[in-house]
């Protein structure tokens, strides 16, 4: 039998894969370990997007962005980035029955692919084409160039926890059952891979994010551009 899931995923600076929230379910005892299964997964990069749609409050308070808030010289957001993710999984599982009744189903081949891009935000009080939009352009292009570097290593924390998390069958008495089951047990991998990826892209995009770099924008393009932007947003 062959199950498929997609879901599109929504990651602010920190990616998350939310392709099914269930409760884990660990195998039982009647159902024992099996072969391997074949398992596949890849990161699909993506072109970065660029969405004009919030304000420099937002993004400035936003704290599920990658923003040094904890930076002495930082104030304010003018710009940032975000990953986002589209994860699909699809399988062949079979289930063996058992003398007292019910199944034992396992996977027996898997394939994971998550299409990852960055999701470029320029606060909307930035006038498009000013000295300051292209100093946050330049400053986000780097964090987009930091993504594009680590999402590949997303499969490589993927595979092996998804390969544990298989590697037994569950008990269940109908196909239905056994797909959410097998379902809760590949999503908590993952879930627990992409923690591991986190901690991982956060400390490197931090690094970007240095108090000579922040600066940059008022040595460019003068402080009173700066300012004006943030007086648009009604800020001080």
Not at 86 to 95: A, K, L, N, P, V
Not at 106 to 118: A, D, G
Request: a positive charge; one cysteine or more.
């Amino acid at each position: 039998m062959r199950s498929d899931n997609r879901a599109v995923l929504g990651i602010p600076c920190l990616l998350a894969i939310l392709i099914y929230f269930g409760t884990a379910i660990s195998a039982h005892a009647d159902c024992g370990a099996v072969p391997p299964p074949v398992v596949s997964v890849r990161t699909l990069a993506q072109p970065p997007v660029q969405d004009v749609s919030r304000g420099i409050a937002q993004l400035s308070s936003d704290r599920s962005l990658a923003v040094p808030h904890g930076l002495e010289s930082f104030r304010y957001a003018v710009g940032a980035t975000a990953a986002q993710a589209e994860g699909r999984t699809s399988w062949q599982m079979q289930g063996v029955p058992q003398p007292g009744g019910g199944y034992c189903w396992s996977i027996s081949q898997l394939q994971i692919v998550v299409t990852v891009s960055t999701k470029v935000y320029i606060a909307r009080e930035v006038p498009r084409g000013s000295c300051l939009w292209n100093e946050v352009a330049r400053h986000e292009a780097k964090h987009v160039r930091a993504d594009q570097r680590l999402f590949p290593q997303l499969s490589g924390l993927i595979r092996p926890k998804v390969l544990r998390a298989v590697s037994h069958s569950v008990p269940a008495t109908t196909q239905a059952d056994a797909r959410a089951m097998l379902s809760a047990l590949v999503n908590g991998a993952v879930q627990e891979a992409v923690a591991d990826f986190q901690v991982t892209r956060n400390e490197q995009q931090l690094t970007i994010d240095t108090a000579a770099e922040y600066g940059r924008a008022n040595r460019v393009c003068g402080n009173a551009e700066v300012a004006a932007a943030i007086q648009r947003a009604g800020l001080k």
